[in-house]
Structure formats: structure tokens, C-alpha cells
Nanobody
Framework: VQLVDSGGGLVQPGGSLRLSCAAS????????MSWYRQAPGKGRELVAQ????????DYADSVKGRFTISRDNAKNTVYLQMNSLKPEDTAVYYC?????????WGQGTQVTVSS
């Protein structure tokens, strides 16, 4: 199982970014996918999760209405569209999936929101 995160960067407050996570080594379309983030000095928190079909998703209260998780099962890729970014969204963002009872993580991509 491999998860490769990409798309992070430096953006001004109010800006947008789209993160991507390319998955391989398992039947992607059968598993939930999640995005987590970890800010400096804080624990890792769940940001968004999407079911295997892509038909439903859940979000942390702090990002509801601003972030959208989606997936393309034909491309084995999950996305996180982040709009109206705030400085408190600054963190390393990680793709995640629990496959065959084991947690797998991407390598993380840094998102910095600053003017």
C-alpha cells in the first residue's frame, strides 16, 4: 500500500489549494479515504473523510463549508479542495486509509497560510 500526497504550498489568507493523494497497492474503490492534518505543537486531527463510493463525506467543524473532499476511483486518487483558507489551517496534511486492519499514511504535504 502506498499513498503519495501532493499539492501543498504557501497561500495568502482567503486563498485556495487543492491537495491530491495517489493510492496504489490495494483496491482503492473499496475503502474509505481520509485527510488529517497536524499543526506545529498539536496532535493530528481528522479533517475530512469520504466513503468508498464517494457518495457521502464528513468534515471537522472547523472546515465545514470551506473544504471539500472528493475521489476519482478510476484514477485511484482522493482530493481535498480547500477554499477560504485561514492562518489556522497551516499544518502538514496527510492522506490516510485503513486497509486490511492497518492504518496507512501519506508522507504529508505542507500547507502554509500567511500574508
Amino acid at each position: 500500500v502506498q499513498l503519495v500526497d501532493s499539492g501543498g504550498g504557501l497561500v495568502q489568507p482567503g486563498g485556495s489549494l487543492r491537495l491530491s493523494c495517489a493510492a496504489s497497492g490495494f483496491t482503492f474503490s473499496m475503502y474509505y479515504m481520509s485527510w488529517y492534518r497536524q499543526a506545529p505543537g498539536k496532535g493530528r486531527e481528522l479533517v475530512a473523510q469520504i466513503i468508498s463510493s464517494g457518495g457521502s463525506a464528513d468534515y471537522a467543524d472547523s472546515v465545514k463549508g470551506r473544504f471539500t473532499i472528493s475521489r476519482d476511483n478510476a484514477k485511484n486518487t482522493v482530493y481535498l479542495q480547500m477554499n477560504s483558507l485561514k492562518p489556522e489551517d497551516t499544518a502538514v496534511y496527510y492522506c490516510n486509509s485503513r486497509v486490511w486492519g492497518t492504518e496507512y499514511w501519506g508522507q504529508g504535504t505542507q500547507v502554509t497560510v500567511s500574508s
